[in-house]
Each structure stands twice: as C-alpha cells, then as structure tokens.
C-alpha cells in the first residue's frame, strides 16, 4: 500500500475550482510534485517544489501544502484537464521515493 | 529539448530477465538521476529504482533483492534489469529523469523531488 493517500476520484463542472489532495507523513518534511496522466500517456510534470510550474503548463494549475497533506488547485477546471493526478514524494524514511494512490479528475 | 528514448524486449517467460534501456537525448546526463517507474494495466505508478550519472543506486525495497540498474557515460544512456520476473510483473515501463532541489524556509531545509522528463514507456509482458 502506498504511503501516500489520494481521493479515488472527484468531479468539477467546467470552470470550477477542483482541489486534489496527498496525504503521507513524509510531506512534513518534503514537497509532493504533481504528475498528470491522460490515457494511453505517459506521466506528465505539472507542479513541483513550493509551488512550481514547469514551461508550457498553464497557471490555472497550483500547488500548496500544510502540515501532512499536500494539494493541487485547478482554478478553471478545462475539459483537457480530465485526466488522473498522481502526487510523488519521498516515503517516510526519507530513503525512497513513492507516488500516491492516484486521484480520477472528471469535467463534467 | 532533452528527449528519452527508452527500449527493450516486451515479451518474457516467468522466471526470465527484463531488460530495459533509456537514452538521454539533447541534453546533460551527469548532474541528474535517473529513475524508473511502472504501471500495471488499470493500476496506479510505482517507483522502481534511480541511478546517478556515476553508478550510484537507490531502489525500492519492494524489488530490491531483483532489481540492477546501470548507466553508460559514453552514451548517455541507463538501464534497468529486473530478474525472476512473473506475471505480477507485467506493467508499463516508464524511464524519467529526476529534478531535485531544496528551499530554505523557517530555518528548515525542504526538499523536492520531480521526475519531469519521460520516456514513451515500454509494454511489458510476462506470460508462459
């Protein structure tokens, strides 16, 4: 089982604001980065670090963290962005790494 | 723009060994590590291993007693085997090239860790 936590899944309508959360005790001590996967996809860097974006992701997409839980905000949700998010981070020894169990972002 | 090409056999027998390799194309391979990850069909990533440019190794406990990475220098280039394999092992290989940085704040260091370059992954699969 992975050491950190995801909602299963989560729903927005066009527009709206989604919040996506990662819980893990590791997350006190180590930013999560955020992946986002569409079908048949590989993996796709959309925030890492405090807050950061990589080039050519949009800024609707933000990220935050507070105590053992981190987040990623989708301010405008778009029908593109209909996809499922993985957080990543380092497990609770600090030795490795692990991503969460992944959360099933639905536009509707 | 830096590129991964990754490659390698996609349909074993139980018991045998995979082996995958990674090509860094456009860009640095030395000051980065190198990483693999895996997907089952229907299923969530898993972490299997990274590697720096110099050989040194990290793999997840989970697979560690069948897991060997390896770089080459003179290609730019990273491998992975994983020996024994079974059908639990049948998944999407992703290779991925891993950032890491640290932030001072409050008189903490903290850390972060982000895989933002990905190979177009391999299919695997294990069957007799």
């Known amino acids: 089982s992975s050491e950190l936590t995801q909602d299963p899944a989560v729903s927005v309508a066009l527009g709206q604001t989604v919040r996506i959360t990662c819980q893990g005790g590791?997350?006190?001590?180590?930013?999560a980065s955020w992946y986002q996967q569409k079908p048949g996809q590989a993996p796709l860097l959309v925030i890492y670090?405090?807050?950061n974006r990589p080039s050519g992701i949009p800024d609707r997409f933000s990220g935050s963290s507070s105590g053992n839980t981190a987040s990623l905000t989708v301010t405008g949700a778009q029908a593109e962005d209909e996809a499922d998010y993985y957080c990543h981070s380092r497990d609770s020894s600090g030795n490795h790494y692990v991503f969460g169990t992944g959360t099933k972002v639905s536009v509707l | 723009q830096v590129q991964l090409q990754q490659w390698g056999a996609g349909l074993l027998k139980p018991s045998e060994t995979l082996s995958l390799t990674c090509a860094v194309h456009?860009?640095?391979?030395?000051?980065?590590?190198w990483s693999w990850i895996r997907q089952p069909p229907g299923e969530g990533l898993e972490w299997i291993g990274e590697?720096?440019?110099?050989?040194?190794?990290n793999y997840n406990p989970s697979l560690k007693s069948r897991v060997t990475m390896s770089v080459d220098t003179s290609k730019n280039q990273f491998s992975l085997k994983l020996s024994s394999v079974t059908a639990a092992d049948t998944a999407l290989y992703y290779c991925?090239?891993?950032?890491?940085?640290?932030?001072?704040?409050?008189?903490?260091?903290?850390?972060?860790?982000?895989?933002?370059?990905w190979g177009q992954g391999t299919t695997v699969t294990v069957s007799s």
């Open positions: 456009g860009g640095s391979f030395s000051g980065y590590y």
């Open positions: 590697s720096d440019h110099s050989g040194n190794t």
């Open positions: 670090g405090k807050n």
């Open positions: 590791s997350l006190r001590r180590y930013y």
């Open positions: 991925a090239r891993v950032l890491r940085g640290r932030r001072y704040s409050s008189g903490n260091y903290y850390y972060f860790y982000a895989m933002d370059v």
